[in-house]
């Protein structure tokens, strides 16, 4: 009596499949940086020998593709090399918030607290939650991206699920947080800061409103939550298989005390964490505090402590982890809490090597103008394509999706494409928010899936820690159902927001008319 043959895969399984065994057979992601730089090079080279340019619309300056063989860019390479890889704005992010959340793991205090949510959570409901968390966690700015993802791996992991799976919804979200979100946060000021420079181009009265997009992203909150719970469930887990306990991490046996906690050694930690988010507020609320910027008005006045919140992370992890550790015994003396601080920066060697790479990449592909140029360029093709308003808008989304692949700062592309976009948008009837939430809705969706960012590496990495066999092309395989179910979902609702707009006349949301 033979097996009975497997039964067959899907397509779109079998699409999955062949991207894994496709990225599998990539170097490692240092030697792929290493194979990007040489083709930024080469491009580069070609494109200023063609003399390729764009002239910026606010400055009328004509930025021209800079060859990065030439002198003054071998110089910059050679004598900036240490400044280009310590200015790497996730690399201290990371480092700082592992500092602390590094003790936390190793003492135990994250597996206690996160066994212990799972326990009093109902689990039909633990992805929704993972997603509504990573949608939220833009107020927390990219150390979100640094936090959640491997907490919510663990969380998976603990309620027998596959903690790939987790991880993977968590990053998703924390990614399309910051078109999905339900509050306004710190992200909408940085955005529409920059959008109200290019209004005013054509009206100089226009003031930017941080809640002037608060309707469209919580509408795609609600959407993403949505989507993301049926692609990790119904597409993404399926797919990874039955979790084997057995290959997770073991912080707590690995420095050798017994994963048993005192009795109300938790709590302790808790209310050591909760002082500490009381501290903060504290230097927020009360008149005069450092947090808050009293010359400056609107949301403006709240930028110090946004970027804050990435020291409080770090001192709500490192100091109720201490505590959690002196009451477990794992911490008896000073030295300990030195020793656990080095092991985690320790482990996240194989990021930093990753991230001297990735550094140089990006300032490099900065240097070359090349970045700049195509999104000039792109938002220039667009305004001359002639399509319907509501389709133009649907441009914007499929040009801030793509140029992800290029750029992966969202304000850095918004910088160049903003002041184009505006101009031309607002003369056509649409409104200043309503073009930048067009924008917002591409860029929060492919970039999910694209190794340019330089949070990919560090999920990579955190992928390896459940898995260390995880390679790009598995890794871009469990990414990707989320990045193209986000991106056809921002579509729909950036089509039919646009379609309700220009369908109830001047007054509805997001519509613009030029004064006279």
């Not at 909150?221 to 797919?239: M, Q, S, Y």
């Not at 056509?428 to 340019?452: C, F, K, N, Q, W």
């Amino acid at each position: 009596m033979t097996d009975a043959a497997p039964p067959k895969k899907s397509f779109p399984l079998r699409v999955l499949d062949a991207v894994e065994r496709f990225g599998d057979r990539l170097p490692d992601p240092v030697f792929i940086f290493l194979w990007l730089i040489g083709g930024v090079v080469l491009a580069s080279v070609i494109c200023s020998a063609l003399g390729v340019s764009a002239t910026n619309p606010v400055t009328k300056e004509v930025l021209v593709a800079q060859s990065l063989l030439a002198p003054g860019n071998i110089r910059t390479l050679l004598t900036e090399m240490a400044k280009t890889f310590t200015s790497f704005a996730p690399l201290g992010l990371v480092l700082l918030v592992m500092l602390g959340a590094g003790v936390a793991e190793r003492v135990g205090l994250l597996s206690a607290a996160i066994a212990g949510l799972v326990k009093a959570s109902p689990k039909a409901i633990l992805t929704p939650m993972v997603l509504l968390i990573g949608l939220l966690s833009n107020h927390a700015a990219d150390s979100g991206i640094v936090v959640l993802p491997p907490l919510a791996a663990v969380v998976f992991a603990a309620a027998g699920r596959h903690p790939i799976a987790g991880l993977a919804c968590a990053y998703a979200a924390t990614i399309a947080s910051f078109a999905g979100n339900p509050l306004p946060g710190q992200f909408d000021a940085l955005i529409l800061g920059f959008t109200e420079p290019a209004a005013r181009l054509l009206d100089p009265t226009w003031t930017a409103n941080l809640a002037g997009n608060w309707y469209f992203t919580a509408s795609g909150a609600v959407v993403f939550t949505l989507v993301g719970w049926w692609v990790t469930e119904k597409v993404v887990e399926p797919r990874l298989g039955p979790w084997k306990p057995a290959a997770a991490p073991t912080p707590a046996s690995e420095i050798g005390h017994p994963p048993a906690a005192p009795k109300g050694a938790l709590i302790q930690a808790g209310l050591t964490a909760l002082a500490v988010v009381a501290v903060w507020a504290a230097l927020v609320l009360v008149p005069g505090g450092p947090l808050r910027d009293a010359a400056a008005t609107g949301p403006a006045q709240w930028t110090p402590f946004f970027r804050s919140l990435v020291s409080g992370f770090f001192l709500v992890f490192l100091l109720s982890g201490c505590v959690y550790g002196l009451r477990t015994g794992a911490i008896r003396k000073d030295a300990d809490v030195v020793r656990l601080m080095s092991e985690s920066i320790a482990a996240m060697a194989p990021y930093i090597v990753l991230a001297f790479v990735a550094s140089h990449f990006i300032a490099m592909f900065n240097w070359s103008n090349l970045g700049a140029i195509t999104a000039i360029n792109g938002a220039d093709a667009l305004r001359q394509s002639g399509l319907p308003l509501a389709f133009i808008l649907l441009g914007v989304t499929l040009l801030g999706a793509t140029l992800d692949m290029f750029i992966s700062s969202a304000s850095a592309k918004w910088a160049a494409l903003g002041p184009v976009l505006v101009p031309m948008l607002m003369l056509l009837g649409v409104s200043p928010e309503m073009t930048t939430a067009a924008y917002r809705m591409g860029d929060s969706s492919l970039v999910i899936a694209s190794p340019m960012t330089p949070y990919f590496i560090l999920i990579l990495g955190f992928a390896r820690r459940w898995a260390p066999d995880m390679g790009v092309g598995r890794l871009l395989a469990t990414l990707l159902p989320f990045a193209l179910a986000f991106f056809v979902a921002g579509l729909l609702v950036t089509g039919l927001w646009a379609a309700f707009a220009l369908a109830t006349g001047p007054a509805a949301p997001f519509h613009y008319i030029i004064p006279s």
